[in-house]
């Protein structure tokens, strides 16, 4: 994408949902490369964050580039606190958590609600995790993304 005439490749960014939030944040700890192109912010939704600096291969003590995270105050995975928690500890500037009320994994598409089994779910003892739409918190969950890019993308 980065070689495409088209594409100005330092204003490339990430958005990645759930499992692709987890690869989201693992794009954001990779040290930029002289000489190649870097993806310029990242976001991710509801990842597990409580695997993070717990889970060989998953250590993230650093961030190259404005990462925000977005999720559910009523996420089964962990809720907030873990991502808030990680948010903390890292020493990059530019780091953000957004916790949405009355959301849970999985909460900005319309779709009917359900309830699947996570492996990783509940800090990695597995169990069942909610997969239910909230139409205004996804809405502004939308709106934030898109904000956030605009403010780290556009110049």
């Not at 990695?124 to 739409?133: T, W, Y």
């Amino acid at each position: 994408m980065a070689g495409r005439p088209e594409v100005r490749a330092d204003r490339i960014g990430v958005l990645g949902f759930s499992w692709g939030g987890v690869q989201t944040m693992r794009a954001a700890r990779t040290p930029p490369q002289p000489g190649e192109p870097r993806f310029a912010a990242f976001r991710a939704m509801y990842p597990l964050c409580w695997a993070y600096n717990r889970v060989p291969g998953y250590e993230l003590n650093q961030v190259y580039g404005p990462l925000q995270i977005g999720v559910g105050e009523k996420d089964d995975d962990e809720g907030s606190a873990a991502c808030q928690a990680l948010a903390l500890r890292l020493d990059s500037s530019g780091q953000q958590v957004q916790a949405y009320a009355n959301a849970f994994h999985g909460f900005e598409p319309l779709e009917p609600e359900v309830v699947v089994i996570d492996p990783y779910s509940h800090f990695g003892r597995g169990g069942m995790v909610s997969l239910k739409s909230n139409p205004g918190q996804g809405a502004r969950a939308i709106g934030d993304a898109l904000n956030f890019f605009e403010r780290r993308l556009v110049r």
